[in-house]
């Protein structure tokens, strides 16, 4: 970590959340990710090596504390680390309402599916076993174009492989289009009508999806009124 050589408190806390990624791994774990390869996938673009030396600083300065249960690693943000939270949302809610352009780097399967698969609204689903498929038309196959949710028992799975299970309703759109429902951008009825994105299986599927799947932390965010030229 860099200093400033400031006493500033801002400054001091600016030498630890500034450093590459580490925000958003404070981000990963209060949204409930504890162990090394959770955490990976909330920052898939990440370098193992580098997430293990960012947990070690964070360890380091108190604000996450390194715990070892049944021989498996589990990280836990400190009571210093949970004071966090409201930075962490202020941030989300004021980069969802002026941060608003996407650019195609921006666009990570990945990342969006796990934040997906972390938001199922296990009590909207149905009691037996409920496949969600997702295909992102526009992302080649080595890019990961192919998802499922596979709900049951009150557990959520995230496949990037065929599960062998039929699925109750496929989710086919552009990459963009599915993310920019996720942040709140769009309805769900927008992107059908304007946007590429279509619902294949049986009506009652098709109606209740939208109500089995929580949007984004941030959806809700209302954004500006932006002057028209």
Not at 39 to 46: C, I
Not at 89 to 110: F, K, N, S, V, Y
Not at 203 to 224: E, M, N
Request: overall charge neutral; glycine content about 8%; hydrophobic content about 45%.
């Amino acid at each position: 970590m860099h200093g400033y050589g400031q006493f500033c408190p801002i400054a001091k806390t600016m030498e630890v959340l500034d450093e590459r990624w580490t925000v958003l791994i404070v981000r990963e774990l209060l949204c409930g990710s504890h162990h090394f390869n959770e955490l990976r996938r909330g920052v898939p673009r990440m370098s193992p090596a580098l997430l293990s030396k960012r947990l070690r600083d964070l360890t380091r300065v108190g604000i996450v504390e390194r715990q070892e249960i049944g021989g498996r690693v589990r990280y836990e943000l400190t009571p210093g680390g949970q004071e966090l939270a409201p930075v962490i949302m202020a941030l989300g809610e004021w980069g969802a309402r002026w941060m608003t352009q996407l650019g195609d780097e921006d666009l990570d399967p990945h990342l969006l599916m796990w934040d997906v698969r972390r938001n199922v609204v296990l009590g909207a689903l149905p009691d037996e076993r409920t496949v969600v498929n997702f295909h992102f038309t526009d992302v080649p196959v080595r890019g990961q174009n192919r998802w499922w949710l596979v709900v049951q028992a009150g557990e959520v799975e995230l496949c990037d492989f065929d599960p062998g299970f039929a699925a109750a309703v496929s989710v086919i759109c552009p990459l963009r289009t599915m993310v920019r429902v996720w942040r709140g951008d769009i309805s769900w009825a927008q992107a059908q009508r304007d946007h590429d994105l279509r619902l294949e299986g049986s009506a009652t599927a098709r109606a209740a999806l939208p109500g089995w799947l929580s949007l984004s932390t941030f959806a809700g965010v209302a954004r500006p009124t932006l002057p028209t030229a």
